[in-house]
């Protein structure tokens, strides 16, 4: 069954920081991955995807994320975090083969301190 | 092009009754997809529709229902409330589902007393 893990709950950065999110998944064959963010009380606002091709994907707000198919990770990145960054992120996973369904991960809560 | 629009945003209900929610999805989206978002579970799929059709269901109670229309809006009903239904319901629509991007409402809170 698919699964997608996300390590860290809760991680703290200074602004101008770099960041790392990770996200480890479960699936036979290459999945369709996804990351999205969520304010608040709001929906989820998807920042990238990978469906094939190149490992290195680039997202809007400055984000990037690289798949690794030999760690089954797909781990979300950005070189100097804003204060406006602050939010939960969700990495997902998608099969073809289950139409549009999505499997999530728990969820990283971002904190960025001045 | 106007996104994903979930009504209402936010509502209360009593143990018991029953409730519809509702979403429009992007224009030309075929694929509509439900999650409920709790604290403690997470993000859970629901059930996915295309063309009318139930394409997908997750793992909730048959007290969880939902359709589609033919312009691909989609309504979910729940029926006979617990408090556990208190959630936050997601909804989500695609071009054609898998393979293709999904896009989120705003959602609608649930809060049943």
């Known amino acids: 069954a698919q699964s997608v893990t996300q390590p860290d709950i809760h991680i703290t950065v200074s602004e101008g920081a770099s960041l790392e999110l990770r996200c480890n998944y479960s699936?036979?064959?290459?999945?369709?991955l996804f990351w999205y963010v969520q304010s608040p009380g709001q929906g989820l606002q998807l920042l990238l995807k990978y469906f094939s091709g190149d490992t290195l994907v680039q997202g809007i707000k400055g984000f990037e994320a690289e798949f690794k198919r030999s760690q089954s990770s797909f781990n979300l990145r950005k070189p100097s975090v804003h204060w406006s960054d602050a939010a939960e992120y969700f990495c997902a996973v998608g099969a073809g083969n289950q139409g549009g369904k999505l499997i999530f991960g728990q969820g990283t809560e971002l904190s960025v301190k001045p | 092009k106007a996104g994903v629009t979930q009504t209402p945003r936010y509502l209360i209900k009593t143990r018991g009754q029953q409730v519809t929610l509702s979403c429009s999805p992007i224009s030309g989206h075929r694929s509509v997809s439900w999650y409920q978002q709790t604290p403690g579970q997470g993000l859970q799929f629901l059930f996915e529709?295309?063309?009318?059709?139930?394409?997908n269901k997750g793992n909730f109670p048959g007290r969880f229902s939902g359709r589609q229309f033919s312009n691909s809006r989609s309504e979910m009903n729940v029926s006979t409330l617990e408090l556990g239904d208190s959630a936050l319901y997601l909804c989500a629509s695609s071009w054609r589902g898998g393979g293709t991007e999904a896009f989120f409402g705003q959602g609608t809170r649930l809060t049943v007393v």
């Open positions: 699936y036979g064959a290459t999945p369709y």
């Open positions: 529709y295309f063309s009318e059709t139930q394409r």
